[in-house]
């Protein structure tokens, strides 16, 4: 699947489902928020900090995929073709570090 096509599903999706569009502000905090849950699995299911009881059945595949479903939403409601961005990205970062 392309990331355009990722975009079209979450908007669907929002405008069947979710109503709206939170504002983008409230949107960028619940980022933040997904992104700090992402950040604890990693830190104690693969970091220095012990993993406790309560983490373990946490889905590290699931949060991610919150990340992303948020960071569409961002992109559709401030018009930006992360398809696009995403490619042009990877030609930035390709180029420079061909020679690595």
Request: charged share 35%; hydrophobic share 35%; net charge negative.
């Amino acid at each position: 699947m392309k990331i355009t096509d990722a975009q079209q599903i979450v908007d669907e999706w929002i405008k069947k489902y979710g109503v709206r569009y939170f504002n983008e502000l409230t949107n960028t905090a619940i980022l933040m928020e997904e992104v700090g849950e992402v950040a604890r699995i990693m830190a104690r299911r693969y970091g220095e900090q012990s993993e406790k009881e309560s983490d373990k059945s946490k889905d590290l595949g699931e949060e991610l995929a919150d990340v992303l479903f948020v960071t569409l939403c961002l992109a559709n409601q401030t018009g930006v073709d992360l398809q696009s961005a995403f490619d042009k990205k990877m030609k930035v970062k390709t180029e420079r570090d061909l020679d690595r």
